[in-house]
């Protein structure tokens, strides 16, 4: 169910009154924007809540004209809705407002004084963080179903997925020809299909998405680049209403369909691993279910660089491994507690390794990212590093100690009393994940730059930080780390 204005003036502590454009109450609306701006479509992505006071429309000479380029610009660039904040400068809204927002079929939406506009912002943000919880454990759902459908092959499959999107399937052969259809004789014409295959292949994208017919249709490949087996089409109009939803669902299908088609267990074994590896431990466990394939209760991650690693994982993944695709420092494998000290050396052949402490199946994420940092420690002279011995696991300790804790505390009280704290923030992770760039975290954070600076300026008046001062830079990236070690987000302290 997508976030709606009616479902936040289902919200009755907001108080906010529909004044015209009921017609547009049941659009989806992504985010929330503030602007004072006579223009503020720089600041807009489409399908957003504009929240404004009109303090534009104050000093105008022709408010009439000036709400009108106003409201032409905001229809122009998608915005859903409007949100007009009565005080500090209006005390109802002005009817240039509102004939502006009728003529361009804008949703015009009247908030109250006693409801600051970062409420409003709060409240979209907990629709959608609800609704994408809510998606997940369908979509996992649905992941266990599909699993269950293997047992009786890539026709139940491929009917299981067409019923759950309610759309059409199509799997082609690594000939592009027409294998199997789901229900029988649904879908584009066979040339239409083979078409996009080809067009899938030339551009080389793990998934291609396009439109037949008016309706938008996904095309994953089935297999690695060098052993395609085929490609998987799925026309689904719930595919564009909730792209991210419909392509995990669809990329379980097809890790399910190259499985079966390939019948190695090896395959497998790279199926569970790559749904370990994205955080999906609970979709892997069932996959394993459905095949009948032990999974070991923990993990080593195991990162390979250098020269020759890929032939390394090969010969580490005949011995028992199980491929997990590539990391950010090299190719990876999980392989079984004890595999790490009795095997693995001999089978590296000149490559490196980086190697992690054995962990259960919902911290592999973890692993892969410790052993990636292992991995770019390891050289000519040092070809294995583990994790538990390097520098890094020292930092990640301290992160983890009590000290570490209370300087956190202490730094985050004076944001965590305030309204907007959480959005800060994340302001801030977004800032220093992008290694302090304003461009990269404001595209991150989706918001404007601006927006960004002034979030992290407010922060640091709270926080008494010196933002330009390398030492209270650390002291901020410090914080940040804490918090990302405890696996809390701004929401959950």
Known sequence: MAVTIRRLLANARLGLR??????????????????????????????????????????????AAAAERWATRLAEAGARAVGFGLDPWFTEVPAEVVHATRRHRLTLIEVPRRTPFVAVDRAVADLNAAEARREAEQARKVQQQLAEAGYAGRQAVADRLARELHGWVAVLDAGHAVALRAPAGAGPAAGALTE????????????LQVELDGEPVTAVPLGPARERRGTLCVGALSAGERPMWAAGIIGTAAALLTVLDRGGERELR???????????????ARVAAAADLPLPEEFAAVTLAGPGHRRAAERIVAAGGWAAGDGRAGTVVLVI??????????????????????????????????????????????????YADTPVMELDRLLASPEAERFAAALLAPVTETADGETLIAAARAWVEANHHWDPAAAAAGVHRETLRARL???AKLTGLDLDSPTDRLALSLL??????????????
Do not use: C, N, Y
């Not at 080809?198 to 998934?207: E, L, N, T, Y």
């Not at 940040?480 to 302290?493: C, E, N, S, V, Y």
């Open 270 to 284: 790279r199926t569970i691993a790559g749904l370990l590896a994205e955080g999906d431990a609970r979709s892997a």
């Open 480 to 493: 940040i780390a804490t918090l990302a070690r405890r696996g809390l987000g701004a929401g959950d302290r």
């Open 196 to 207: 996009l295959a080809r067009q899938g292949d030339r551009s080389g994208r793990h998934i």
């Open 457 to 459: 300026r407010r922060l």
């Open 18 to 63: 529909v004044v015209l454009g009921h017609e547009g109450l049941d659009q989806p609306v992504r985010w929330v924007a503030v602007s004072e701006q006579p223009d503020p479509t720089p600041w807009l992505d489409g399908a957003e809540l504009l929240l404004t006071s009109g303090m534009w429309l104050r000093d105008q000479d022709d408010p």
């Open 337 to 386: 507690p004890g595999f790490t000290e009795e095997r693995l050396e001999p089978l590296l052949d000149g490559a490196r390794a980086g190697i992690a402490a054995p962990r259960p199946l919902d911290e592999v994420p973890a692993g892969i990212r410790e052993s990636s940092l292992a991995a770019e420690l390891t050289g000519p002279d040092r070809p294995v590093v583990r």
